[in-house]
């Protein structure tokens, strides 16, 4: 079986550009999670999606981040402007609905930094 | 809003040894699943063990296991026969019943000496 799939592994760029991850989640894995893991500290969440639709948003700097899940399985997160505060781990995580616990499978991540 | 902690910031073991790495939490849910994720520096987050709260049974996963006191809500781990390869970052992590995402602690950053 595949695991989560992310890329690009690396990015650096300057602030105020804009960047896009990628995530592909495990297939059949109906929900999908980005985390923001900053150097030091443990992953938050930024955005949950079930299908294609947002579960959890709450966390999320919708002034700068954006994401979206069309039909169902990939996953695209885009910061549009960077801050320098925006240098982190961008993980993708993703889980099967059926029983619990639905344990998450984490992707690689994406490590961002900005310049 | 739950909460992890996780107290002790870095841990190093003699390989072979046993190590123990902490965790508390806290919440008001009575139905609740705690993780342990290994975070290698290639930086994948990997499943180490799980606890359902409705189980009193400590999970055990070959030299991995764990210690669950629900009442003072503690979810420590205990890894026997420490490998070179169990170096990494350990984090503790809580999930509410659903599907809810995880809420981590800061990580335990743990050494293994040859």
């Known amino acids: 079986e595949a695991g989560v799939a992310q890329s690009p592994r690396y990015k650096i760029i300057e602030k105020r550009q804009s960047v896009a991850f990628w995530c592909n989640p495990i297939?059949?894995?109906?929900?999908l999670y980005w985390y923001q893991q900053i150097l030091g500290q443990g992953p938050k969440l930024l955005i949950q999606?079930?299908?294609?639709?947002?579960?959890?948003d709450s966390q999320l700097p919708k002034d700068r981040f954006s994401a979206e899940r069309l039909k169902g399985v990939d996953s695209t997160l885009k910061i549009q402007p960077a801050k320098l505060e925006d240098s982190a781990v961008y993980l993708c995580?993703?889980?099967?609905?059926?029983?619990?616990?639905?344990?998450?499978?984490f992707g690689p991540g994406t490590r961002l930094t900005v310049l | 809003a739950q909460t992890v902690t996780q107290s002790q910031p870095e841990m190093s073991v003699q390989e072979a040894e046993t190590v123990t790495l902490s965790c508390t939490y806290d919440?008001?849910?009575?139905?609740?699943?705690l993780f342990w994720y290994k975070q290698p520096p290639s930086r994948q987050m990997i499943l180490v063990i799980r606890?359902?709260?409705?189980?009193?049974q400590n999970a055990t996963e070959n030299r991995f296991s764990v210690n669950f006191q629900k009442a003072a809500k503690s979810f420590s781990l205990k890894i026997s026969d420490s490998q070179l390869g169990d170096a990494a970052m350990y984090f503790c992590?809580?999930?509410?019943?659903?599907?809810?995402?995880?809420?981590f602690g800061k990580g335990t950053r743990l050494s293994v000496i040859a």
């Open positions: 995580a993703s889980s099967y609905d059926g029983l619990p616990p639905d344990t998450q499978y």
């Open positions: 297939s059949g894995h109906a929900t």
């Open positions: 999606f079930q299908n294609n639709g947002v579960v959890d």
């Open positions: 919440t008001s849910e009575s139905d609740y699943y």
């Open positions: 606890q359902e709260a409705y189980k009193q």
């Open positions: 992590a809580y999930r509410s019943a659903g599907n809810t995402p995880l809420v």
